[in-house]
């Protein structure tokens, strides 16, 4: 079984090296694909990230949409039963790659 706040499986997989032993608080916005949200009752809700931050421009709007997924979620967290958010895990390894070399040249 996964420690709380640890990646999934399928990510975890992706690059097992890193991404095991990496504990999840918060997820910036850039690296999340979309969300899958279950509620109580059965419904599912797929909200498409990628494409909204698409069509967002400034960064105070996409401050904007942090805050209205984030309230969101605190409304109706007495009826979510899971949300479950899909990782740009490519994204992701490439950036640490990045700044990990960046970090390495620096230090020489």
């Not at 990496?22 to 694909?33: H, M, R, S, W």
């Not at 109580?40 to 400034?58: A, P, Y």
């Not at 309230?71 to 009826?79: G, L, P």
């Amino acid at each position: 079984m996964p420690k709380k706040n640890s990646l999934p499986p399928d990510v975890v997989s992706q690059w097992p090296e890193i991404f095991s032993d990496i504990e999840i608080k918060a997820v910036p916005l850039e690296y999340i694909d979309s969300m899958r949200v279950s509620f109580e009752d059965g419904k599912v809700w797929e909200i498409d990230i990628s494409k909204t931050r698409k069509s967002i421009t400034k960064e105070e709007q996409q401050k904007e949409l942090e805050e209205t997924l984030r309230n969101f979620i605190e409304e109706y967290s007495t009826v979510i039963k899971t949300v479950d958010f899909r990782l740009k895990t490519q994204k992701v390894i490439s950036d640490m790659k990045e700044r990990t070399n960046k970090f390495m040249k620096k230090r020489k």
